[in-house]
């Protein structure tokens, strides 16, 4: 038996995936987000491949929100045994300049702060000034020193 999709297939997985991305919400929890792309990539393959090739569409089983997604996230988990994943992010209210450095994240989790202000633009007039201060509160994170 040959389990190779073919190109219709093929294409329908592809408009399918795209599909599931334009649908699922983006959230600040990855695993989330990804088994929220599980699901409706599933639903939108089988909806696609019931419409347009009827005859190789395996039956669905109907399940709870949250079975399905602990199912998606255990096949994750699987696939990729060693990653790690950090659903800490850090918004930053008005103008952000340039990509957020990697500390920045870990520094802001230590302190509990979800949201900062980004005064990189304004190192060069005052270099001591902070890169970036918390919006509620007076924390204040510098770049790492380097040794």
């Known amino acids: 038996m040959n389990t190779q999709p073919n190109k219709d ?3 329908i997985t592809q408009v399918a995936a795209k599909i599931a991305s334009e649908l699922t919400p983006k959230t600040d929890d990855v695993m989330k987000n990804v088994a929220d792309w599980v699901l409706a990539f599933d639903a939108c393959t ?3 491949l019931a419409k347009t090739m009827p005859s190789i569409t395996a039956p669905t089983t109907s ?3 949250t079975d399905a997604v602990a199912q998606a996230t255990e096949r994750i988990m699987e696939a990729f045994p060693n ?3 950090q659903s800490f992010t ?3 209210k008005g103008s952000q300049h340039g990509p957020l450095p990697e500390w920045l994240a870990p520094a802001c989790a230590a302190k ?3 949201e900062v202000w980004d005064n990189r633009d304004k190192l060069s007039q005052n270099p ?3 890169w970036f201060k918390a919006v509620n509160g007076d924390e204040a994170f510098w770049a790492p020193r380097s040794k």
């Open 112 to 114: 509990g702060v979800t």
């Open 128 to 130: 001591k000034r902070p």
């Open 90 to 92: 850090v918004k930053v």
């Open 46 to 48: 089988d909806a696609l």
């Open 63 to 65: 399940q709870s929100h």
């Open 83 to 85: 990653s790690t994943i």
């Open 9 to 11: 297939q093929s294409i």
